[in-house]
């Protein structure tokens, strides 16, 4: 069994941007040569996430009026007052889709659904350069 | 260290099914022969998630209650005018559920709580037939 | 590669205590001499979980917002007539926050963000005795 480290990096568009990241983390997969294990998956900060959903242009939009349902970003925040950005929203919602996401990969592929895509969310009120570490383990 | 892929899969009723899954993992885990390590669950789709709670009918009832509080069934979704199966509130409870669940297990018994117990969520509208990869790393 | 168990021990205050976690875990990291891998945190039991924020007042003071906002614990749940222990409201929120998380470390350090902290997350109405599995996987 073996480690491989990676990272994936890109600039995002602030405002809830969600963005398919299945294909870097593929590619990554493939560039290792391992055949069976798993791929972990993590975010480094605590203003964006990484979750799973059919990634089309519906349930993108749903999403999004999803997370201004259950954290909306007009609320005040004790946050804010913190740092003065406004961005307590975002902290809140990065919290609860969480930072990382392990699959399971064999014979050299990950073993998701077809509708089934690796998601980053940004939920920072700002553009931001994400970096995303993919940590691939097994043999 | 090895690596063993078990599957588990079931027919679940659709509709916010939540089955108790933890029996199916700890059988295969003791089938494995690991003693050390960690095993990952992961539902294969996108209407689907793995979670953990204390399986006893008042909760189960809390919990569809609770889901249908934060992703109301009745809503429409724009996903809904994609396909056309009415199953966005599906997709989004997936998502925020999330698809999969890492256990650490020592001297062959995971180490879950008396009361914790591993669930598969069917959050899809209609019966699915469901595989739920079980990968056990150790040794 | 090798796997490293250990576990933190603590006592929380109950009512909602968010407790930063992240220096006993790089404290067990340090202490294995583990260099690349990842660490998975679990915490045993159905009313706790593991999760990452900003460990700062005026995020403490919001995520507890938040929680009573999806699910307070004035409500009347099911669960409570089963046990008569009014924490129904707990094993949601437990539920909905997950009792896991994986990091992935490098050259011995683990990959969070600066304001990225792990937080045990005791969710149970009163104060209980928490113990962490603090698994170290890597070589």
Chains 1, 2, 3 share one sequence.
Do not use: C
């Not at 809830?16 to 998956?41: E, F, K, W």
């Not at 804010?80 to 392990?102: E, K």
Request: overall charge negative.
């Amino acid at each position: 069994m073996k480690i491989v480290n990676t990272r994936v990096r890109l600039e995002t568009k602030g405002a809830g941007d969600l963005i398919d990241i299945t294909g870097d983390i593929a590619a990554a997969l493939a560039h290792s040569g391992l055949r069976t294990g798993s791929v972990l998956v993590f975010v480094v900060g605590s203003t964006a996430g990484i979750t799973t959903f059919e990634y089309e242009p519906g349930l993108i939009a749903d999403m999004k009026e999803f997370y201004q349902r259950i954290a909306p970003s007009g609320k005040h925040h004790y946050h804010d007052d913190t740092w003065g950005d406004a961005n307590g929203f975002s902290h809140i919602r990065a919290s609860i889709t969480g930072p990382s996401l392990t699959v399971p990969f064999e014979e050299g592929r990950m073993l998701l659904g077809t509708w089934q895509q690796v998601v980053l969310a940004e939920f920072d009120n700002r553009p931001r350069a994400r970096e995303v570490i993919v940590q691939l383990t097994g043999e």
